[in-house]
């Protein structure tokens, strides 16, 4: 089992950048992949990007993201990142980070999840 603690989020103007973070509990972290999804008011939460377990080197992300967010993570700190580059008001949500022992993009692959960090982004 995995607890997961999301940090980094806040009031960003448009074309701002954030990095948000995500502390793992557990001596597991390296094994998991690892996502960040977001969830706007009155939307349904939605995949933002994934780096699978290991070496982090296999990464996917939403076409909306692509070029501007970066996924990265720490396997020694027992910490995920998402850098988030050239935000818009759009990009304003809950994001939320989540754990998964098998490699998933879908909101259902994914069994253990923070409580989320508001990002605000405004024009």
């Known amino acids: 089992q995995v607890q997961l603690v999301e940090s980094g989020g806040g009031l960003v103007q448009a074309g701002g950048s954030l990095r948000l973070s995500c502390a793992a509990s557990g001596r597991t972290f390296s094994t998991y992949t690892m996502g960040w999804f977001r969830q706007a008011p009155g939307k349904e939460r939605e995949f933002v990007a994934a780096v699978m377990s290991g070496s982090g080197r296999t990464t996917a992300y939403a076409d909306f993201v692509k070029g501007r967010f970066t996924i990265l993570r720490d396997n020694a700190k027992n910490t995920l990142y998402l850098q988030m580059n050239s935000l818009k008001p759009e990009d304003t949500a809950v994001y939320y980070c989540?754990?998964?022992?098998?490699?998933?993009?879908?909101?259902?692959?994914?069994?253990?999840w923070g409580q989320g960090t508001q990002v605000t982004v405004s024009s």
């Open positions: 989540a754990a998964t022992s098998v490699w998933s993009i879908n909101v259902n692959g994914y069994n253990y």
